[in-house]
């Protein structure tokens, strides 16, 4: 570990000031995601198929766990090293750390690193086994959710030492004029007394200068420290509802700087559209909406609202910014009946009067069109902070493996993972719970290229193409015990169909 500090400590006087330049243009979190901040990604390093975990520190600079289980048993060994997503950090990554392979389950490795930046990061795993080498990057949101506190008896044990310091440094002052140059035995004079209290008095006014300069300091850099937790918390989704049924949408950050590192008129498409916008009936989700509103004037967002009844209503609205970066908008919305048209284009609807409630454990769900959706769970109880994979299989009404599948919006499937609560929201698709942006502008070799991801074409690389199993999978891990609902939506023959299971999760 302690060679993993110094490798960091390194590279960050190199990128230090690139990484903060990166971060003040906008570049703090890559999860489009409330509440589920670790990051979990399930793609091939060459010949390898890896499914990665990292485990994202509370605070940074601290150390992010990463897990790889490997697909097959013949990988050797893996190593990981942290990088800055793009930029010259990328290119000149310090000595990667090997990963411990476990003992017990020869395909499964750990290992430790060390974040020291925040902004956009990425570890880089390397798979060596009897098929060669291969690498992947895993996108990783490197920001503090949280600033630690100092705990009491630290706090009191370190006031206390300043104070001892301080009042140390008057006596020895004062000493030092008074009694400094007497031969032993001998008196001070009265006029060195007069002095010394004269020069205790100018140190006592120097110390406690000193002091508060420390304070200020330590206040300062708190306070910045803050300020970083609180830009890359969840932006605000401002609503208003106009003629009737057509909602207005408005981003407003959590820190008042946030809208100047990230502009809403400058949002780039992500899997087709500039917004996914997900409305879900409060308390019970017994609906929920998955619409794309337009952009409109001033950074705002424009939706024709379908048919809704009247209630409360749950906002979630994922956007990523120009230089890749997701943001999930948070809110709620109090909504009258609302009298509007029928679903266009890659909006979806679902709704528990229509497809059946499902009771919690229950694995399958009736879909509208007759066919269904299971859920492959293993028996065993479901576990927060496990990464798993959840696979769901679509069948048509005879029973028979769906042959119908088409991709939506570009990907075999979309699963929005939510808590009964709200607190948390990931919207995961099969590669994991990574941005396909992100993921594009930490390729080797592309960053920075003209007409590439930084100049606005997230969506230029290429897209999985070919048939469409009917089983669909999604790598994630619940961050907490709760109770959870999972939508999982996919297209059959042009009709886009929603799986609704619950989870308890201890
Ligand atoms: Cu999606």
């Known amino acids: 570990m302690a060679a993993a500090m110094r490798k960091p400590r390194r590279r960050m006087r190199l990128i230090g000031v690139l990484a903060l330049a990166l971060m003040l243009t906008g570049a703090l979190s890559l999860g489009a995601h409330v509440g589920s901040p670790d990051v979990f990604y399930e793609g091939d390093a060459g010949p390898y198929r890896l499914f990665v975990t990292v485990r994202m520190p509370q605070v940074i600079p601290g150390v992010a766990e990463i897990e790889v289980r490997c697909a097959s048993n013949d990988v050797r060994a893996i190593e990981i090293v942290p990088m800055t997503l793009s930029g010259p950090g990328s290119t000149f990554p310090p000595t990667p750390d090997l990963a411990q392979r476990s003992k017990e389950d020869p395909q499964f490795f750990t290992g430790s690193l060390w974040l020291m930046e925040f902004g956009a990061l990425k570890v880089r795993v390397t798979a060596d086994g009897s098929k060669g080498k291969g690498e992947l990057s895993v996108p990783v949101p490197s920001f503090a959710q949280r600033s630690l506190k100092m705990e009491k008896p630290l706090g009191g044990l370190l006031a206390f030492l300043m104070l001892f310091l301080a009042i140390g440094a008057i006596f020895i002052a004062g000493a030092a004029v008074r009694e400094g140059n007497l031969e032993p035995g001998e008196l001070p004079l009265p006029a060195r007394a007069r002095r010394a209290r004269f020069v205790m008095g100018l140190t006592a006014i120097v110390a406690a200068g000193v002091l508060y300069l420390g304070w200020a300091w330590w206040s300062a850099d708190a306070g910045t420290y803050q300020r970083y937790v609180n830009l890359a918390k969840p932006p605000v989704a401002e609503t208003k509802l106009e003629n009737g049924n057509r909602l207005i949408l408005r981003a407003k950050g959590q820190d008042a700087r946030w809208s100047e590192y990230v502009k809403m008129e400058e949002v780039i498409p992500d899997h087709n559209h500039l917004m996914h916008l997900f409305l879900f009936s409060v308390p019970g989700m017994e609906r929920m909406w998955h619409l794309h509103p337009e952009r409109i004037e001033g950074g705002e967002f424009a939706e024709q609202l379908p048919a809704m009844p009247a209630g409360k209503y749950q906002i979630f609205a994922d956007v990523v910014d120009k230089n890749g970066v997701p943001w999930t908008l948070v809110g709620t919305e109090e909504l009258p009946q609302i009298s509007g048209g029928a679903l266009r284009g890659d909006d979806s609807a679902w709704a528990a009067s229509v497809a059946g409630t499902r009771a919690v454990g229950d694995t399958v769900s009736e879909l509208a069109d007759g066919g269904r959706m299971v859920w492959l769970l293993a028996k065993e109880p479901l576990r927060a902070n496990r990464p798993m994979n959840f696979t769901f299989s679509v069948e048509d009404k005879d029973g028979k493996p769906a042959a119908d599948l088409e991709r939506y919006m570009g990907m075999a499937g979309h699963a929005e993972f939510v808590s009964k609560d709200f607190t948390v929201f990931a919207h995961v698709h099969p590669a994991g719970t990574i941005s396909m942006a992100a993921l594009e502008l930490g390729r080797p070799g592309r960053a920075g290229e003209p007409g590439g991801m930084q100049t606005g074409m997230p969506m230029a690389m290429p897209m999985p193409s070919g048939p469409v199993a009917s089983k669909v999978n999604f790598p994630y891990g619940f ?28």
């Not at 961050?479 to 201890?506: L, S």
């Open 479 to 506: 961050p907490r015990a709760g109770e959870y609902r999972i939508f999982v939506q996919i297209k059959r023959a042009g009709k886009i169909e929603t799986g609704v299971f619950d989870a308890r999760v201890q």
